[in-house]
């Protein structure tokens, strides 16, 4: 899937991406800037660029902090200048009832522009109270030559945009998990896209009369709303993958009643990281290499069946991908057991769920290719 970013690292285990669209607005800063100055200083147009940047990311970590820890895991956010788009945002589980959904959804929607709101003004307030010759209220509010300022209006300003009910921007999310209440995910998304598109069509027209800026602001809501289209399309695909085409057959299994040191000499010699339990022909519970770890550093050695996790999803062979990734992170486990007639037959793990998605998108480039030569 190309997305014009590139990696970036993880935060909060949540996968980060960096859209080239910042580049765009670099360029954007000194073509506009360099008429009112003459010469434009590329340092200081730059450093506008970085404070956007961080003004986002700090937008991102509160999304992060105020959402379930477990859901990140599988989430991968491209960061663009007006705020993330997350990839993957139809897996997040919709653990309990719609409303408490809804509920949920709109409070990790608000906490990035709630974020952006308190950092612009405590920034305002000290910068006021330090720095009282930066003139805080003097246009233009986004400029190269006051980055002080900028700082201020640059949050205060990506508190507002994300408030425009523009998917995939905060209040476009909103709406989206209102539309949910009644219709299904991807055409609740798509309605929210196409109410999203109008906005960007009109901020473009209004920024030509008005502000340039807002051209730019319309052309990259254009661009997330084409990003979450498209990881819609990705959705689709994985509806349609079953997980007996992906499981893990070949794979290590624990008893209750080994040891954890036990548990561990088997966990070195495989590649799994995280273990069925079984009793009989029975699944009793999960563990992970890490919890075995963890469990023999904290409290010395002891059996698997008091550390193990009993509480697990299983998945019939027959279900989707989306279906186990869902179950995967609304639980906050990376293993999930797949049963036909009760029976195991095979494991998911995020590990090799990963591995498995990259596996078929490239079979499908492949297929794709073949097909063009
Ligand atoms: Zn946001």
């Known amino acids: 899937m190309r997305s014009w970013s590139i990696p970036a690292g993880r935060i909060f285990g949540v996968q980060i991406r960096i859209h080239l669209a910042f580049l765009f607005l670099l360029f954007f800063i000194w073509l506009t800037e360099a008429p009112v100055h003459g010469t434009p200083n590329p340092g200081r147009g730059l450093a506008l660029t970085l404070i956007v940047f961080v003004s986002v990311v700090l937008h991102e970590l509160a999304h992060a902090l105020a959402g379930p820890r477990s859901s990140n895991v599988a989430r991968s956010v491209i960061l663009l200048p007006i705020g993330g788009v997350t990839l993957l945002s139809e ?22 522009p709630f974020a952006n709101l308190a950092i612009g003004l405590v920034a305002g307030i000290a910068i006021s109270l330090a720095e009282p010759h930066v003139q805080l209220f003097t246009k233009p509010y986004v400029i190269s030559s006051n980055l002080l300022r900028s700082f201020v209006w640059v949050n205060i300003g990506l508190a507002l945009l994300n408030l425009i009910p523009a998917y995939p921007l905060d209040g476009g999310r909103i709406l989206r998990a209102w539309f949910l209440r009644t219709i299904d995910p991807v055409r609740a998304t798509q309605r929210a896209v196409s109410i999203s598109q109008t906005f960007a069509m009109l901020f473009m027209l209004l920024g030509m009369i008005k502000n340039i800026w807002l051209t730019m602001i319309g052309f990259f809501i254009f661009i997330a709303g084409q990003l979450e289209e498209r990881s819609i399309v990705f959705q689709r695909v994985l509806e349609t993958v079953r997980l007996e085409d992906i499981m893990l057959t070949d794979f290590a299994t624990l008893s209750p009643a080994d040891t954890l040191e036990d548990a561990l000499e088997k966990a070195v010699h495989s590649l799994q990281d995280d273990f069925p339990v079984i009793r009989g022909g029975d699944m009793v519970g999960v563990i992970s290499k890490q919890k075995i770890l963890e469990s023999l550093r904290v409290e010395g050695n002891g059996y698997v069946q008091a550390v193990m996790n009993r509480i697990f999803d299983v998945a019939q062979k027959t279900e989707s991908l989306a279906s186990a990734f869902r179950k995967l992170t609304s639980r906050g486990v990376s293993i999930i057991p797949v049963v036909e007639d009760q029976r195991l037959v095979g494991i998911i793990t995020l590990q090799n769920l990963m591995h498995s998605m990259t596996l078929l998108v490239e079979s499908r480039k492949l297929r794709k290719s073949g097909l063009s030569s």
Do not use: D, F, K, N
């Open 91 to 112: 897996m997040r589980p919709s653990s309990g009832s719609a409303t408490e959904t809804w509920a949920q959804e709109v409070r990790i929607a608000l906490a990035g």
